[in-house]
């Protein structure tokens, strides 16, 4: 579930871009006027939706909960539907808590996401246009829609969908290389709220089992 937990993500753009002006916007401007909100964006919250269609077991997994972001990198996803969970980022290691197996999963943080990725994106990371080409996508569903695909031959394509007049963030869909999606939808959006440092620390409760290597992917 750590593909899924680096979902997501991002914020809300500080300069919005009236709808009808959009059409005649090129994906650098676009991107450049996402960046600049995202910049002024420290901390991040809001609820969410997650599907994977994970290939080669013909169906989908579903989840949802609640998502919490500061910046650089800390980041917090509580599995309220379907199997319970947490995902603890503290910028160190990443920790996959499941209560009902009684074990946690401590992977390093790198490890877990890289350096590329939704995670390059919400930390602000320079170089993401380095690793990416960015692309409008016309879905006519009233979104801006941008595409991230990797310039090298491997890697997974993002696909950013915003808000039309503000940029805000509505979704997030990864393919990986291995043909699993994900997709992540958020609502209740709170921008540059106050989160407890408590949020982005996790300790094993009594008990619990502490398995250092990534957990397995979902349907396995």
Known sequence: MIRGAALALAAV???PLPAPAQANRSVDEVWS??????????????????????????????????????????MRWDYLDGQLQNVVGDGKFVWVYQPDLEQAYKVDYKAA???????????N???LTARYRLALV???????HIRLSPKADVGETLEVAMAADTLDLRSVVINDP??????????????????????????????TDVITSPP?????
């Open 216 to 220: 397995p992917p979902p349907g396995k």
């Open 138 to 144: 016309e879905r006519g569903d009233g979104l801006v």
């Open 113 to 123: 996401f890289g350096s590329g990725g939704l995670v390059a994106l919400l930390a």
């Open 125 to 127: 990371r320079a170089g």
């Open 13 to 15: 753009l500080s300069v």
């Open 33 to 74: 006027a996402y960046q600049r909100r995202w910049s002024t964006t420290d901390t991040y919250a809001a609820t969410f939706k997650q599907r994977i269609d994970v290939e080669g077991i013909g169906g989908e997994v579903e989840s949802g909960g609640n998502f919490y972001f500061a910046k650089p990198d800390l």
């Open 178 to 207: 291995a043909g699993s999606v994900t997709t992540v939808v958020f609502d209740q959006v709170r921008r540059n709220v106050r989160l407890d440092d408590g949020l982005f620390r996790f300790a094993p409760p009594k008990g």
